[in-house]
């Protein structure tokens, strides 16, 4: 059985008999004023972070959510959409979708201002998603593209591409891991099914977005997950997991590469008002601006011993140099 017809079966079962302990059920739930969520929706949580983002939201976006899980997220975004068919959920389980939409029956009791017309659920792969080239504004993820092979996540976050609109923006939340995993845990399809044994480098996870395409990298958030131990899983050694919340934006490549966001800032503590590089950025006095890790390096490179620069965070939550 190949790994995509395990990962079906995972997440067949957790459709029929909801599983608090799959992926990162854990985490707190954040609610919006007169939002309820329905408990099912949130034991069918099979995400590792959030990928609902109010200013990516605004002007009525269509939303395009692949993997839907209990339809938690789809409830998020329709929140921000409120209208017919703003929000369009994929999902390759028969039974997920079927779960979703009757979860939206529980929702609209518990949400006056909800109905299940604004989402529209239909059954596709996200290798082959079933939507126009450039019809949407913001396409989202949670723990999905980690369970693909290189090439199938080429594919997946390709299709991505494909079907945002110019500036669209491309929301994920996925598990990460700095260290090379053995071969054993790596080739273990339940694993693999379970968003583990595909974790990528942020490196490597962020080099895959800006290959496709995507000229602008905003890394939102990085932290904990889940330790993977010899007692408990195939593995000779203890393997960190992080979680990171990434938004890949569809601008057009800058011609010296990527703006990829990591969380810098930097601050101008000179003699002057303000500090103009010449290149597009200005640094007010004793005002950190964020900056992407290219302008960081560019400001680095004029030797000035009156702009300070802080370390990546890997919390970017805009407002930044380019």
């Known amino acids: 059985m190949s790994y995509l017809e395990t990962t079906k079966d995972v997440y067949k079962e957790a459709a029929l008999t909801p599983d608090v302990g799959l992926c990162c059920t854990t985490n707190p739930i954040w609610e919006l004023p007169g939002l ?44 921000f959409s409120r209208q017919k068919s703003g929000v369009i959920g994929i999902d390759v389980v028969d039974e997920m979708l079927e779960a979703s939409q009757n979860n939206f029956v529980e929702a609209e009791a518990q949400n006056p201002w909800f109905k299940s017309e604004f989402v529209d659920l239909h059954k596709g792969d996200a290798l082959h998603l079933p939507v126009e080239d450039n019809s949407i504004d913001v396409a989202a993820q949670n723990c999905l593209f980690n369970i693909f092979k290189a090439e199938e996540l080429k594919k997946a976050i390709a299709e991505m591409y494909r079907v945002l609109k110019p500036h ?21 399809e339940r694993l693999r099914a379970l968003c583990l044994s595909g974790s990528l480098p942020i490196v490597e996870y962020v ?11 905003e890394i939102r958030a990085r932290k904990p997950y889940r330790i993977l131990d010899p007692k408990n899983y195939p593995t000779d ?36 008002d303000y500090f103009d590089d010449g290149a597009g950025h200005t640094l007010l006095k004793n ?6 890790d290219k302008t960081a390096a560019a400001l680095k490179a004029l ?20």
Do not use: W
């Not at 800006?210 to 602008?216: K, L, R, S, V």
């Not at 590469?257 to 601050?267: E, H, L, M, R, V």
């Not at 005002?287 to 992407?292: E, G």
């Not at 370390?311 to 805009?318: A, I, K, M, N, R």
């Open 36 to 79: 309820k969520i329905p408990k099912i929706m949130q034991e069918m949580n099979y995400g590792c972070g959030s990928t609902v983002h109010a200013r990516d939201l605004t002007n009525n976006p269509k939303i395009l959510y692949v993997g839907v899980g209990g339809g938690m997220e789809l409830l998020q975004f329709a929140y």
């Open 207 to 217: 080099k895959m977005l800006t290959d496709a395409g995507f000229g602008t990298i």
């Open 237 to 272: 050694e203890l393997i960190y997991i992080e979680s990171i919340e990434v938004a890949a934006i569809k601008d057009p490549m800058p011609a010296d590469g990527p703006c990829i966001f990591t969380g810098k800032a930097a601050i101008y503590f000179g003699d002057e």
């Open 303 to 322: 030797g000035r011993d009156d702009i300070f620069f802080s370390e990546s965070t890997y919390h970017y939550d805009g407002g930044g140099c380019c």
């Open 287 to 292: 005002q950190p601006l964020a900056i992407c």
């Open 168 to 188: 669209g923006r491309l929301v994920m939340s996925d598990p990460t891991c700095e260290q090379p995993m053995n071969e054993t845990l790596r080739n273990d």
